[in-house]
């Protein structure tokens, strides 16, 4: 029951909610989900390793950089909900600006080299 309790808890923030729209792209490293959501590093940061004890997300260190994914669900309800926010995260305003900041991040980002981390561009 804890468990649960845990895992919802990781998706009662919206910045959280955003980061997982996000991460419907694939695998995505901190700097990458600093430009989408346009939120310091240190903000970034803090909700992703709340998703990832949450069970939400799994983080993988390669050299200086960590990527996030999303995390294969541990149960039938995780999927579920997984499945919900699939479908609705994308219609919600906000998200959809995040994902387009995100792609146009990425249509100039060099493979294995994030820019500077902590001021991210403001989307026009």
Known sequence: MEHLAQSFKGLSEPIRLRALRLMEHGKLCIC???????LPQSTVSRHMAFLKQAGWVT???QGQWVYYSLAEPQSGLQAMVLE????????MEEAQRDYIRLMRFLETKHE?????????KEAP
Do not use: I
């Not at 990458?32 to 346009?38: A, E, K, S, W």
């Not at 919900?84 to 219609?91: D, I, V, Y």
């Not at 294995?112 to 991210?120: F, L, N, S, T, V």
């Open 32 to 38: 990458d989900l600093v430009h989408g959501l346009g």
């Open 59 to 61: 983080s993988q260190r």
């Open 84 to 91: 919900a926010l699939r479908q609705n995260l994308p219609a």
């Open 112 to 120: 294995d080299r994030c820019p500077d981390r902590a001021h991210p």
